[in-house]
């Protein structure tokens, strides 16, 4: 099940994130979050009328979450998004990436965004095959942007319009 995020999930959003953030090229971040501040995101996301969403699985488990934004600040980008969809590892490949993704979809729509950004790290190729799954189209890569863990990583930015 899809649902909003609240306050009380940012716990297990951290379980979920900072491993990502610590082990992995996905993001180029290296800096964990506390819950703290993702119930403060969640609140910021959803008083500017933003997603955050959380997926329940079994017994009611968080097994991932998504939000999204507007892309580049100012009125002129104010219908173009991005987002951000991070799952735990159980959960993988069993369609919550998926279901996640549709429902950001669907809430930036509503809110008459044109088009959605996925930025990913050439660290992460089967974010990007997932991406392509889904209809995103890759429109540039950003050389040599990222850094972590010693090493220098593209950023393949992929849109959809929706």
């Given at each position: 099940m899809i649902r909003d995020?609240?306050?009380e999930d940012a716990p297990a959003?951290?379980?979920?994130?900072?491993?990502?953030?610590?082990?992995?090229?996905?993001t180029f971040n290296s800096?964990?979050?506390n819950p703290e501040e993702i119930a403060a995101l969640i609140a910021a996301r959803q008083a500017e009328g933003l997603g955050f969403f959380v997926a329940e699985g079994a017994g009611g488990a968080i097994a991932g979450f998504a939000t999204y934004f507007q892309f580049r600040a100012g009125v002129g980008y104010a219908h173009s998004m991005e987002h951000t969809v991070i799952l735990a590892p159980e959960a993988r490949g069993r369609g919550v990436g998926r279901s996640l993704m549709a429902h950001v979809e669907a809430h930036a729509t509503a809110r008459g965004a044109h088009c959605i950004f996925a930025g990913v790290s050439s660290g992460n190729p089967a974010g990007r095959a997932f991406h392509a799954r889904l209809g995103y189209v890759e429109v540039a890569v950003l050389r040599e942007v990222g850094f972590k863990f010693g090493l220098w990583f593209d950023l393949h930015l992929m849109q959809k319009f929706l």
């Open positions: 995020a609240r306050a959003i951290a379980a979920i994130w900072n491993p990502v953030i610590r082990e992995t090229a996905i800096v964990e979050k």
